[in-house]
């Protein structure tokens, strides 16, 4: 009795410090403060250093850099490509991850929703280069789809489904769905099923409760999901660079070709810059659209 007793007046001692130390004054601004200093000295000052190469040289300030790339149009049609397999990207995903994300809600079956889940999130547990390679295999002159394309007499010679924009889509389409996915599930989890009922109680078709009723109450999903896709897709490397062309050179294969290739650091710097400066601008539309549109509001 009397080795209970200390145990529980151990446990109490311990309990009552781990309170204190919750307790200590500033402790609650300082747990935010340490992750918050870590990121601002190893990425904003990084960045900050990196972008002041696109306004400066060794002759002091200059905009040499940046008014290149604004007149020279082959960096123009890079960015626009860029801007451009992004939106189709982000287009795509959202078609494909739309009905999955609303099976997913709408299944009652607990097993086929842990199956589904499961396939989902099996990109993320393999290595985005070896899923680049994958397709590489599947798509190439001599792959998998050609083989059989030809094979069942529907193609005369192999279709050139690599080293273009199609080939790009495709691989970045499949690395980035799970994102839209886990995005658009996370809100549809939280609508009320009872509303939709109510409203084919009421003599509303399925596909009619479902446009103006469970739609709606979705579009935070679809908004969050298509902003983080599309800014993902906006600087991806490793696909456009295995699956796409010379042609077909996105900003960040431009980036990477000034940084090791011709070692202009400084014009490099510029198409970071611009990079940053779009992608933020798209952050503050949808920051925008969301405090005008109450029906973007999660909390709506």
């Not at 939106?87 to 609303?102: D, E, W």
């Not at 579009?219 to 999901?225: N, Q, R, T, Y």
């Amino acid at each position: 009795m009397i080795k209970t007793q200390n145990e529980v007046g151990v446990r109490l001692n311990s309990v009552s410090l781990s309170y204190k130390l919750t307790r200590l004054p500033g402790l609650q601004w300082l747990l935010p403060i340490i992750p918050l200093a870590y990121i601002l000295f190893l990425m904003v000052f990084s960045m900050i250093s990196l972008f002041k190469l696109s306004i400066s040289n060794e002759d002091g300030f200059t905009f040499e850099y940046v008014t290149h790339l604004f007149t020279h149009t082959v960096y123009l049609e890079v960015l626009w490509l860029t801007i451009k397999t992004a939106f189709l990207v982000t287009a795509f995903a959202l078609l494909l991850a739309y009905p999955i994300a609303y099976l997913l809600v709408r299944i009652e079956s607990a097993t086929w929703k842990k199956l589904i889940l499961g396939a989902v999130l099996i990109p993320f547990w393999i290595s985005l280069l070896a899923r680049s390679y994958s397709w590489m295999i599947l798509l190439q002159e001599q792959g998998v789809i050609n083989k059989i394309l030809l094979g069942l007499g529907m193609i005369d010679q192999p279709l050139s489904l690599m080293y273009n924009t199609f080939g790009v889509i495709i691989g970045m389409t499949h690395v980035l769905l799970p994102y839209m996915v886990l995005s658009l599930y996370s809100v549809m989890e939280g609508i009320d099923q009872s509303l939709v009922r109510a409203a084919e109680g009421m003599g509303a078709r399925p596909w009619k409760a479902f446009l103006q009723v469970f739609f709606p109450l979705s579009l935070p999903g679809i908004l969050s999901g298509a902003l983080l896709v599309f800014v993902l897709a906006i600087g991806f490397y490793v696909t456009p660079a295995l699956l796409g062309g010379p042609n077909n050179m996105m900003i960040s294969m431009l980036i990477q070709e000034n940084v090791t290739t011709t070692l202009n650091w400084h014009l490099a710097s510029a198409l970071s810059l611009v990079l940053f400066v779009v992608t933020l601008l798209l952050l503050s539309l949808s920051l925008l659209l969301t405090r005008n549109n109450p029906l973007l509001k999660e909390d709506h």
